[in-house]
């Protein structure tokens, strides 16, 4: 008896995923705990597995369709996936011609057009884009066609099709097609249509939803990071040997970031229709960018952490995010953020707020630049800070305070020890 694969419990407030791909094909033999297919949420992508070994009898939900928490997406038959499974034939028969249209009863007419070599979202490309999987040769186990092979094939006829078709009428005149408006200049071929992931769909909304709700103003500031510059310098070595974690930038920005937090309460807040919800403990989002947009994990209790805790905790998380390991606890919450476009060699930007959060706070690229220090001028690294802020909760003299201390405190980097 078939048993369903069903989409599981994809966390809290996630109630539909999008099917990203079918990681086993129709026929093919699935064994207990393999991948059989990547579902995509708006925080995370994750595989759903086979509870049992057997065949992946039946795909109903085909890449790119949206799913619902336990709805059914498969069915796991029994069997090994092998040619060896069917019938032997009693004795041999002449093979019957199959009528037009007919399905043909022994499968044979299927193979030959590629049909029964295809899973039903490969089937669905290849119709979209008027594919004849006939001329497709798979490449998938036991000559499988898989979605590439077909994506390879409409790469290659793209590249090799006219411009201009004709086709003839029934009174012996030509009737030309008039190519499609896009390849009018001769650069259909030069244009690639990918699907945009369901988290990157997410993120452009939110982000809209951001802008839209939120009074959202930036303010900056410049900071000094000579001292912090030095402190590294002397230090990091044997704090690496000592912790096993790099010294990075992020530890001291961390601590400035809860320290200044701690001085203004409204930062660290949320807003819930007519009330303000402080909160008094610092969950702090650190921005990872990975192939298919920022994702923000975050750092629980930083303020319990120490500067290799904290270094320790972002790497990790970095690693996860980039491997697609991030599990949806590790998106949860979060009260305030900290992005570094720096790494990237940004200069300056306007972050925008992560909801419901009511601050960012963005880092930016140090640059040597000619300052005046007691009269004089030198030559000092410095990196431009930005804090976006929702002016619905927050006022601007807030801001421009909170944004002081943390210059302070990151020019002072000794001081972070007592702020911590």
């Known amino acids: 008896m078939a048993a369903e694969i069903h989409v599981p419990e994809l966390g809290e407030s996630v109630a539909d995923a999008t099917v990203g791909r079918w990681l086993k094909q129709e026929g093919e033999a699935v064994t207990s705990g393999e991948a059989l297919v990547e579902l995509e949420t708006d925080k995370i992508n994750f595989e759903v597995e086979a509870e049992q070994e057997g065949v992946l009898e039946s795909i109903s ?48 007419r299927e193979m030959e057009d590629g049909v029964g070599r295809a899973s039903p979202s490969v089937r669905k490309l290849a119709q979209e884009y008027e594919v004849d999987l006939a001329e497709v040769s798979g ?8 979605r590439d092979d077909v994506e390879r094939l409409i790469r290659d006829q793209s590249r090799t099709a006219p411009e201009k078709t004709e086709e003839p009428e029934r009174d012996g005149k030509a009737k030309t097609q008039p190519a499609p408006a896009a390849s009018e200049d001769g650069r259909a071929n ?24 939120a009074a ?11 001292a912090v510059r030095e402190l590294r310098k002397r230090r990091k070595e044997s704090f690496q040997e000592r912790t096993g974690a790099r010294l990075g930038f992020m530890s001291f920005f961390t601590k400035a970031a809860i320290g200044a937090l701690k001085a203004f309460p409204k930062v660290n807040a949320e807003l819930q229709g007519s009330e303000l919800v402080l909160k008094k403990y610092y969950d702090i989002g650190v921005a990872v960018s990975t192939a298919e947009g920022l994702v923000v994990p975050v750092i629980r209790d930083a303020d319990h952490k120490n500067f290799a805790e904290i270094e ?10 980039r491997e697609g390991k991030l599990t949806l606890d590790d998106l949860r919450g979060g009260t305030f953020t900290i992005t570094n476009g720096g790494i990237f060699g940004s200069l300056v930007s306007t972050p925008i ?13 140090i640059q040597e630049r000619p300052m005046v220090v007691d009269g004089e001028i030198v030559v000092r690294p410095m990196m431009y800070l930005a804090l976006s802020y929702d002016h619905r909760v927050i006022d601007g003299a807030e801001a421009v305070s ?9 020019e002072a980097p000794e001081s972070l020890l007592l702020e911590g």
């Open 312 to 321: 320790q905790g972002i790497a990790d998380l970095a690693t996860k995010a």
């Open 402 to 410: 909170f944004l002081v201390r943390i210059k302070e405190l990151i």
């Open 353 to 365: 707020l992560t909801m419901p959060q009511v601050a960012i706070l963005g880092m930016h690229k």
């Open 190 to 213: 030069l244009e690639e249509r990918v699907r945009v992931s369901r988290r990157r769909q997410t993120i452009a909304q939110r982000l809209v939803e951001s802008q839209q709700t």
């Open 216 to 226: 959202m103003l930036t303010t900056f500031n410049e900071v000094d990071m000579t």
């Open 61 to 108: 939900k085909s890449e790119g369709e949206t799913v619902n928490v336990g709805e059914v997406i498969g069915t796991i038959g029994e069997g090994n996936g092998t040619a060896s499974e069917e019938p032997e034939a009693e004795e041999e028969q002449p093979e019957p011609e199959a009528e037009a249209g007919d399905e043909a009863s022994n499968g044979h």
């Open 139 to 146: 490449s998938g186990s036991g000559g499988r066609i898989t």
